[in-house]
């Protein structure tokens, strides 16, 4: 095997590591509770992907004293733009019951009610902040958009106050992303595209 398969492998096995490790992160059961358990709670989710990235990219503390903060505010903004961008699963389907009992009825619908499709923040955008405007402005979005007496001028007016915060959340991690981008190597960058922080 010549040096640059072996190379190749390397890079594979790692960008595999690092693609599991994002896949699980959502899965993960949460820390037990202080006092609770046996041994130190583990640290949070995006933590963990924190500490596999920098074990990856670099070995020098200075240079990871750089890429540190850029990663972790592009990490932040994703977690706070989930209110507005990441979907919901689809519910789950109700556990099997024992012998012939039937399942309980489904709620009927409100006819009227327009179905918030996203997920909840893992991160809550500090008060001020675009993606809190964001946020907020697409709550009230589906508030309106669910009363069938909401006027015309009302949702044309919010949807474009949403268009208009979202597309600066856009700008805003765009940018983020195009500094981190300035500062690192190509196998660098790719590790974090598979970690979901560079696209």
């Not at 959340?169 to 790719?190: F, G, N, P, Y």
Request: net charge neutral; proline share 14%.
């Amino acid at each position: 095997m010549t040096k640059l398969q072996i190379c190749s492998l390397r890079i594979a096995c790692v960008l595999i590591g690092v693609g599991a490790l994002c896949m699980a992160q959502d899965n993960l059961p949460p820390a037990p509770p202080d006092g609770r358990g046996r041994g130190t709670p583990p640290p949070p989710p995006e933590q963990r992907l924190l500490d596999r990235i920098s074990t990856l990219i670099t070995n020098d503390p200075n240079e990871w004293s750089v890429l540190e903060p850029k990663i972790r505010a592009i990490q932040q903004m994703l977690q706070q733009r989930e209110r507005f961008t990441k979907a919901k699963p689809p519910p789950q389907p109700h556990p099997a019951r024992r012998g012939d009992e039937p399942p309980p009825p489904e709620p009927e619908p409100d006819p009227n009610l327009i179905v918030d499709i996203k997920v909840g923040p893992n991160g809550q955008a500090p008060p001020g902040s675009i993606n809190h405007l964001a946020g907020e402005t697409y709550a009230r979005l589906v508030m309106l958009a669910s009363n069938p007496n909401t006027g015309q001028g009302d949702l044309v007016s919010t949807l474009n106050a949403f268009r208009a915060a979202r597309a600066q959340s856009d700008a805003e991690l765009a940018k983020a992303r195009a500094e981190l981008r300035q500062l690192v190597t190509t196998r660098q960058e790719i590790i974090l595209v598979v970690a979901g922080i560079l696209d």
